[in-house]
Each structure stands twice: as C-alpha cells, then as structure tokens.
C-alpha cells in the first residue's frame, strides 16, 4: 500500500468515535496543562501514564500525543497575557506576546500563535510522512561536537536577542550557564557549587528563574506605576489580526517551521533551542528589527511555530529509531513500551494502524486546536481589561503555585522570589533577561557534548575542525559572534562620517 492509502487507513483509525474523544480530551487537558506554570506537558503526561496502560494500544497515544501538542498552545496563553511562561519553551513568546499584549494587541498575538502553529504543525506532519526515515539518518551524523556547537550556536546568537547592547545579552546568557553548573556534576557525581545547600544538589531548575524574572519582577516593576497603571483597553476591532498582519507573518510562520522541524529532529534538543534560534534568525530577516523587544508579531508567530513543529520533529527519531528526540517523546516512548510496542525502523510496516493512526490524529487535534482557539482568543484577551490592582494578586499567587508545583518544594518558591528581585534589578538596569534563561537550558548540553567530545578526541580540539557538519556549525558561531559587533562599529563610523561635514560648517 502507498503512502496515500496508509494515511486513509491511518484517518479511518483516528476518526474512529473513541479514538476522536481521546484527541479531544487530549488537545483540551493539554491546553490546560501548558496554561500551568510548573506543570507542563512532560509530567502532564507522565501523571496519565497509568491511565493510558488500560486503553486499547491506539486510544492511549493518541491521547498522550493529543496532551503533548496542545500544551504547547496551552503556554501560550500565560506567556502572553500574565508574562509567566508555562515552560521553557514559552519564554520567548512571553518576551514579545506580552508587549504586544500591554498595547492593547492580545487577541491578534494569541490568534497569529494558533494560526502558525496550525501550519507548522500541518506541514511537519507531511514532513514526517514522507521524509522521517532519510531525515532520521541525517539526524544520526551529529555526534557530541555538533551537538555542542550547536547549543553554543544558540548561546551566540543571544547577541542578536538583546533590546539593547549585544555585549549584554552574551553577558546575560554567561551568567545563566554559569548558574546552571550550580548541583551535582553528571559525569563525576561530586558536588559543586553547592555551599554546603542538600537543596542545591539537584541544581537550579530554569523554571523557577523564569517564572521570577519574567512574571515576579513584572509584578514588582508595576508596583512603581500602580497608580498610573491603567487597564489595558481593548476594541473589538483589535481583537483579530488584521490583513497585514497575516502579509508580514507569512514568511516568518515558514521559517520557524524550519528551524523547529530541523532542530526538533536532534535528539535531546528539544523545543526550547529552536524557538531561541527562530527568534534570532527573525530578527535578521525582519523588515523592521526595532520592533524586536518592544512587541514584534512576526517575532511571536516564528516562535510558536518552531515551538509546534519542533515538537513533531521530536517524533521522527522516536517512531523511526526509537530515540526519544525530546523529554515529551521519552515519556510517548514509556506509553509505547506499556503497550508492549517497540519503536524503531518496522513500526510502521509491523504496526500500520497504529503509527499511522497517531499520524492521523496530529492533523485532527491540530485542527481541533484552531477551531478551539480561534474564537477564544478575543475572549481571553478581553481578561486584560481587569484593573491590573486585581490582576497582580492573581499573577503572583499563579508563580508561587507554578514554582512550589515544579519540585514541591519550599525551597523553589525562595528561589522563584529570589530571582524574582534579581529580575526586577535587570530592568531597572535594562538587561536583557531572555539569554539568562537560555543559558540555562542549553549548559547542560553544551558541558554534557562538550566533554564526551574531547573524551573522543583525547583532548584535542581539532575534532571541532575535522568533521564537516562541526566545521560548518563553528563557522556560524564565529559569524553570530562577529557580525553583530562589526553591524555596530559601521553604523557607528557612519553616524561620524555624515556628522562630520555638518559639524565642520558650524564651526565655519
């Protein structure tokens, strides 16, 4: 049978009355879990693990795959209407959504955020029909020296992220690998860092750092203005995205599609690079890069795509190899060895139903996503229009809730509150926050790759020269570091240069 007639079948299993209500309870838990600071759809779905394991084979990850896409769209939610992104992968959406969100444009934000992730998530979906099994064999030419230059590409490229001076979001970004070598090391198991703190063992978990410096210290900022802070009005007229809003979101729908697919595709990735990378990557090709850091929407529509497609890229691996490419496929990967079923490269002809039912059921539950969300978006953006003096309560209790529910500690809601002053202190002194955060989640695969890298080559750096794809990623990091200093320098000596004549004339 062809391509074309699997998918049939594959449609025929996934509309199947109980295997539609296992998509639709899905995409809605999802959805409810992203809107969840420290929850997330990782232990979402892991929390339903025993309750998959009496479903028949199909219903069950259809369901876990239903709760892991609409989660995505699920932080979407908080990221842009409270700033408190429900997991790392929302944060950039957060650094945008919200601007946007505070100039009364909510509603086309949280709209254009479904709209691409409909599309990422549709294209991907026919990506990984016809391409998974020669993609997951490009995916297995990365080794340790890619996979370190790669995460070290995306470190670099926070010079292109920051509102301001690109010297201080590589600062930022240093300082939150730095705080990510905090906890025990995962080669020698000997503590560093720690100070003699047990609570520290496990290290600093990215969540309760975002949750303070993002939505904590917004709280704290507003206090300064809370007299003047009025609510944010909305007419029914902005709600939805206008047509030019969909001319200059178009392109940028396309490529965080491709950066997400791409990225997602390499194991142990996973979707948070890929939406610091399209955010970079968009801000070079954007026709108006100042908008970046004060509310951009083709900055947010990039974002939520590569969040989307990345997560169905993580797939390929998965199905194909049985790698999990994500935390979100390791725990799909658990539901499928409950059910006895084994991913790798004769799934699909060992268990057609199955693994093109759950094909099937991404383009029924991204659907569904649209249709829900749609609608609802100029509902959830009117929420705003609540006087930000009750609005604030809320956001705080939701952080402190989110954080204790990270780790169940008390422990982390100190750290949520700590770094919540240490973010208030950053925009007084406007430093970039979004490479903090990065660092952090890329530290632990830039130290991992990078050691098991120089373990390969004995100690010698040359293994970063030798490898094509590994010289090719350091040539880009090179690049991302110099071209933003050099950008600076020419418009600088270009500003002199035309001063020049006039101030020669006055002093005439």
């Known amino acids: 049978m062809d391509t074309v007639?699997?998918?049939?079948?594959?449609?025929?299993?996934?509309?199947?009355?109980?295997?539609?209500?296992?998509?639709?309870?899905?995409?809605?838990?999802?959805?409810?879990i992203g809107a969840l600071p420290g929850i997330g759809p990782s232990l979402g779905m892991a929390l339903l693990l025993p309750v998959s394991f009496g479903l028949p084979p199909v219903t069950a990850i259809v369901l876990l795959s239903g709760i892991m896409y609409g989660a995505m769209y699920g932080g979407t939610l908080t990221s842009v209407l409270i700033n408190v992104p429900g997991?790392?992968?929302?944060?950039?959406?957060?650094?945008?959504?919200?601007?946007?969100?505070?100039?009364?444009?909510?509603g086309p934000a949280l709209c254009m955020s479904a709209i691409g992730s409909?599309?990422?998530?549709?294209?991907?979906?026919?990506?990984?029909?016809?391409?998974?099994?020669?993609?997951?064999?490009?995916?297995?030419?990365?080794?340790?020296?890619?996979?370190?230059?790669?995460?070290?590409?995306?470190?670099?490229?926070?010079?292109?992220?920051?509102?301001?001076?690109?010297?201080?979001?590589?600062?930022?970004?240093?300082?939150?690998?730095m705080l990510a070598l905090v906890g025990t090391d995962p080669m020698m198991g000997t503590e560093r860092l720690t100070f003699g703190q047990m609570n520290l063992l496990d290290g600093i978990d990215f969540l309760p750092i975002a949750i303070g410096v993002f939505g904590v210290a917004e709280i704290l900022a507003s206090l300064e203005r809370m007299v003047t802070l009025e609510p944010i009005r909305t007419r029914v007229r902005d709600m939805w995205p206008r047509w030019k809003d969909w001319v200059e979101c178009r392109m940028a729908i396309l490529r965080g599609t491709a950066i997400g697919f791409v990225l997602g595709v390499l194991p142990g990735v996973g979707p948070t690079a890929s939406t610091f990378l399209a955010?970079?990557?968009e801000k070079k090709f954007s026709k108006h890069p100042e908008k970046f850091g004060k509310g951009a929407l083709d900055a947010v529509a990039s974002v939520e795509s590569a969040n989307n497609s990345a997560v169905v890229g993580s797939l390929v691996p998965m199905l194909t190899l049985g790698i999990p490419g994500s935390g979100l496929t390791a725990v799909l990967l658990a539901a499928f060895i409950l059910q006895g079923i084994r991913p790798g490269p004769m799934l699909m002809t060992d268990q057609p139903d199955l693994a093109w039912g759950?094909?099937?059921?991404?383009?029924?539950?991204n659907l569904m996503l649209l249709i829900m969300n749609l609608p609802l978006a100029p509902f959830f953006a009117m929420l705003l229009r609540i006087p930000y003096v009750y609005l604030a309560?809320?956001?705080?209790?939701?952080?402190?809730?989110?954080?204790?529910?990270?780790?169940?500690?008390?422990?982390?809601?100190?750290?949520?509150?700590?770094?919540?002053?240490?973010?208030?202190?950053?925009?007084?002194?406007?430093?970039?926050?979004?490479?903090?955060?990065?660092?952090?989640?890329?530290?632990?695969?830039?130290?991992?790759?990078?050691?098991?890298?120089?373990?390969?080559?004995?100690?010698?750096?040359?293994?970063?020269?030798?490898?094509?794809?590994?010289?090719?990623?350091?040539?880009?990091?090179?690049?991302?570091?110099?071209?933003?200093?050099?950008?600076?320098?020419?418009?600088?000596?270009?500003?002199?240069?035309?001063?020049?004549?006039?101030?020669?004339?006055?002093?005439?």
């Open 5 to 32: 007639g699997l998918l049939m079948n594959g449609f025929a299993v996934a509309l199947e009355p109980h295997n539609l209500l296992a998509v639709l309870i899905g995409v809605i838990l999802g959805q409810v």
């Open 87 to 106: 997991e790392s992968s929302g944060v950039m959406t957060t650094l945008e959504g919200h601007k946007l969100a505070r100039q009364g444009r909510a």
């Open 118 to 177: 409909f599309i990422a998530g549709t294209v991907t979906i026919f990506l990984l029909m016809f391409m998974a099994v020669a993609i997951s064999n490009f995916a297995l030419n990365f080794a340790p020296p890619e996979y370190f230059l790669l995460a070290a590409l995306g470190i670099t490229a926070t010079a292109s992220m920051g509102e301001g001076s690109a010297l201080k979001a590589l600062f930022m970004a240093i300082i939150g690998l």
């Open 279 to 281: 955010y970079a990557a």
């Open 358 to 365: 759950l094909i099937a059921s991404m383009f029924v539950g």
């Open 393 to 508: 309560p809320g956001i705080m209790l939701l952080s402190v809730v989110g954080a204790y529910a990270a780790e169940l500690r008390l422990f982390t809601v100190g750290m949520t509150l700590f770094f919540g002053v240490i973010g208030y202190l950053m925009i007084k002194a406007k430093l970039p926050r979004a490479p903090l955060i990065l660092g952090i989640v890329l530290a632990p695969i830039m130290e991992q790759a990078l050691r098991q890298s120089l373990m390969m080559s004995r100690g010698s750096l040359g293994i970063f020269f030798d490898r094509p794809i590994a010289l090719t990623l350091l040539i880009c990091v090179v690049l991302s570091l110099v071209l933003p200093f050099m950008g600076g320098t020419i418009r600088s000596a270009s500003r002199i240069f035309r001063r020049g004549p006039a101030a020669d004339s006055a002093a005439l």
